[in-house]
T-cell receptor
Framework: AQSVTQLGSHVSVSEGALVLLRCNYS??????LFWYVQYPNQGLQLLLK??????LVKGINGFEAEFKKSETSFHLTKPSAHMSDAAEYFC?????????????FGKGTMLLVSP | DTGVSQDPRHKITKRGQNVTFRCDPI?????LYWYRQTLGQGPEFLTY????????KSRLLSDRFSAERPKGSFSTLEIQRTEQGDSAMYLC?????????????FGPGTRLTVL
């Protein structure tokens, strides 16, 4: 079965600092990987996705993520945090026994941005 | 394009009552998914439809949960004889199946509180 581990339930950064949110996955087949963001009382919005093309994926709002097969990782980064980035971020994987039709999510990382 | 909509946004019920939630997907999307999200956790897959066919329902949490998509458009999720453990956010998502990574678009969710 596939799974996702997000290290750190909370990450705090200062405005303008580098954002790094960690995601490790396990999958028996080449996975598709996703990062979603969730603002309070809202649904999930897709930031970016990896689908076996370029290993460095650029997404919306200045975020990017790099797929590293040897490390089974898909960490999310942003060079300079904005106050508006404060939200909960979820890494998700599809593939494996469950097929590519369903997403398996990590537990999420809450990003806190201080002025 | 108005996105995925869900109704109601909030539902408070007493234990033992039945509840039904509605999801309207993006109009051209043929796949519709239901997830449950509890506090501090990522969304958990429940079931999905391709058009009106329910392709995966083994992950529904118990036989008290059922879902329909009678005409391949909107879907309903029903929970019978609700329990306090059913309190959660219920998320709906939709996608257009064109092969490869199928980006899922999420609705705002229905928050269920069982007293």
């Amino acid at each position: 079965a596939q799974s996702v581990t997000q290290l750190g339930s909370h990450v705090s950064v200062s405005e303008g600092a580098l954002v790094l949110l960690r995601c490790n996955y396990s999958s028996s087949v080449p996975p598709y990987l996703f990062w979603y963001v969730q603002y309070p009382n809202q649904g999930l919005q897709l930031l970016l996705k990896y689908t076996s093309a370029a290993t460095l994926v650029k997404g919306i709002n200045g975020f990017e993520a790099e797929f590293k097969k040897s490390e089974t990782s898909f960490h999310l980064t942003k060079p300079s945090a904005h106050m508006s980035d404060a939200a909960e971020y979820f890494c998700a994987v599809s593939g494996g026994n469950s097929g590519y039709s369903t997403l398996t999510f990590g537990k999420g990382t809450m990003l806190l941005v201080s002025p | 394009d108005t996105g995925v909509s869900q109704d109601p946004r909030h539902k408070i019920t007493k234990r033992g009552q039945n509840v039904t939630f509605r999801c309207d997907p993006i109009s051209e999307h043929n796949r519709l998914y239901w997830y449950r999200q509890t506090l501090g956790q990522g969304p958990e897959f429940l079931t999905y439809f391709q058009n009106e066919a329910q392709l995966e329902k083994s992950r529904l949490l118990s036989d008290r949960f059922s879902a329909e998509r009678p005409k391949g458009s909107f879907s309903t999720l029903e929970i019978q004889r609700t329990e306090q453990g059913d309190s959660a956010m219920y998320l709906c998502a939709s996608s257009f199946d064109v092969g490869g990574a199928r980006e899922q678009f999420f609705g705002p969710g229905t928050r269920l509180t069982v007293l």
